[in-house]
């Protein structure tokens, strides 16, 4: 006699939400640092290797940071551009573009200033990648907004370039603390979180707002949360399915069910 080994909790929530994603006609997916931590890019808020850990996000991240020691705020983010453009595209990076070629409807937004997203494939429709956090490969004036294009040798000065329109600091497109949203992706966004029927967390705490809120406006409205994450955070312990591991283990796995489901349709 054949004994089968009953399927443990994890697998009946890889089933359950790949069932709800293969039957999903909008799927919002939210990334956070974690989604790159597998390419080499620190996430923020580990205890260890986390970048918040090491560094004071005020003196980087912020106006005041930046009006005390421009030099200190670009050579920090010079540093951090060179670390993502050495990085590749993860298989959960992959496999998110993979999921999203399944799907009638897939928005990818992004708390990440990376581009490894774009890199893997996402984001070809119009649409795009919605970075709501904005983007380090890209640089604007810090007073008039003026767009820049990064010479290769302002990478390696001590101080910001200078705006050729106004005259004042050039600094990343990135949202810093304090400062508001982009206002046409956070639009986009919050439209396509009000209309989804499941959204898809993957590596992030959920406790920077108001990107941590949408997850509960999602579920508000009906859609169920999947949330996808090593350790268990307020998104994990709300979501309707908590798959616990890392995005490229646990993606590609999900895609692979996913897959099954669809062609067996
Ligand atoms: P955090 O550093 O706060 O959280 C990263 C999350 O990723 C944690 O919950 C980790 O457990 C999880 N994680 C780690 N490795 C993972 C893996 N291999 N697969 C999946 N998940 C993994 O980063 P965010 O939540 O993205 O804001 O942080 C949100 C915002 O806080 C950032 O956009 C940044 C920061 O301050 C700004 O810069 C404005």
Same mark, same amino acid.
């Given at each position: 006699?054949? #004994?089968?080994?009953?399927?443990?909790?994890? @697998?009946? /929530?890889?089933?359950?939400?790949?069932?709800?994603? @293969?039957?999903?006609?909008?799927?919002?997916?939210?990334?956070?640092?974690?989604?790159?931590?597998?390419?080499?890019?620190?996430?923020?808020?580990?205890? !260890?290797?986390?970048?918040?850990?090491?560094? /004071?996000? &005020?003196?980087?991240?912020?106006?005041?940071?930046?009006?005390?020691?421009?030099?200190?705020?670009?050579?920090?983010?010079? +540093?951090?551009? +060179?670390?993502?453009?050495?990085?590749?595209? %993860?298989?959960?990076?992959? $496999?998110?573009?993979? #999921? $999203? &070629?399944?799907?009638?409807?897939?928005?990818?937004?992004?708390? %990440?200033? =990376?581009?490894?997203?774009?890199?893997?494939?996402?984001?070809?429709?119009?649409?795009?990648?919605?970075?709501?956090?904005?983007?380090?490969?890209?640089?604007?004036?810090?007073?008039?907004?003026?767009?820049?294009?990064?010479?290769?040798?302002?990478?390696?000065?001590?101080?910001?370039?200078?705006?050729? !329109?106004? &005259?004042?600091?050039?600094?990343? $497109?990135?949202?810093?603390?304090?400062?508001?949203?982009?206002?046409?992706?956070?639009?986009?966004? +919050?439209?396509?979180?009000? !209309?989804?029927?499941?959204?898809?967390?993957?590596?992030?705490?959920?406790?920077?707002?108001?990107?941590?809120?949408?997850?509960?406006?999602? +579920?508000?409205?009906?859609?169920?949360?999947?949330?996808?994450?090593?350790?268990?955070?307020?998104?994990?312990?709300?979501? =309707?399915?908590?798959? !616990?591991?890392?995005?490229?283990?646990?993606?590609?796995?999900?895609?692979?069910?996913?897959?099954?489901?669809?062609?067996?349709?």
């Amino acid at each position: 006699m054949m #004994l089968s080994t009953p399927p443990s909790p994890f @697998a009946e /929530n890889i089933t359950q939400a790949a069932q709800v994603l @293969a039957n999903a006609s909008r799927i919002v997916c939210l990334t956070g640092a974690g989604v790159s931590a597998e390419s080499g890019v620190a996430t923020f808020r580990d205890a !260890q290797t986390g970048l918040w850990s090491h560094f /004071n996000p &005020q003196q980087l991240a912020s106006q005041a940071g930046f009006a005390a020691d421009p030099g200190l705020v670009w050579r920090w983010y010079m +540093q951090r551009l +060179q670390t993502v453009e050495a990085a590749a595209p %993860n298989l959960g990076h992959i $496999a998110l573009t993979q #999921l $999203a &070629q399944l799907t009638p409807s897939f928005t990818l937004i992004t708390q %990440n200033v =990376d581009d490894i997203h774009e890199r893997a494939g996402s984001g070809n429709s119009t649409e795009g990648v919605l970075h709501i956090h904005g983007s380090i490969t890209q640089f604007r004036c810090n007073v008039c907004g003026f767009e820049h294009v990064l010479q290769p040798f302002e990478r390696v000065q001590a101080l910001p370039p200078i705006c050729r !329109q106004c &005259q004042q600091l050039v600094r990343p $497109a990135v949202v810093w603390f304090g400062e508001a949203l982009p206002e046409r992706v956070s639009a986009l966004a +919050q439209r396509a979180v009000a !209309q989804c029927d499941v959204m898809l967390v993957v590596g992030t705490s959920g406790v920077v707002y108001p990107v941590a809120e949408w997850p509960y406006a999602a +579920q508000q409205n009906g859609a169920t949360v999947i949330d996808v994450n090593p350790i268990c955070t307020p998104i994990s312990a709300m979501a =309707d399915l908590f798959l !616990q591991g890392p995005g490229g283990e646990i993606l590609p796995t999900l895609l692979e069910v996913v897959q099954q489901l669809r062609a067996s349709n």
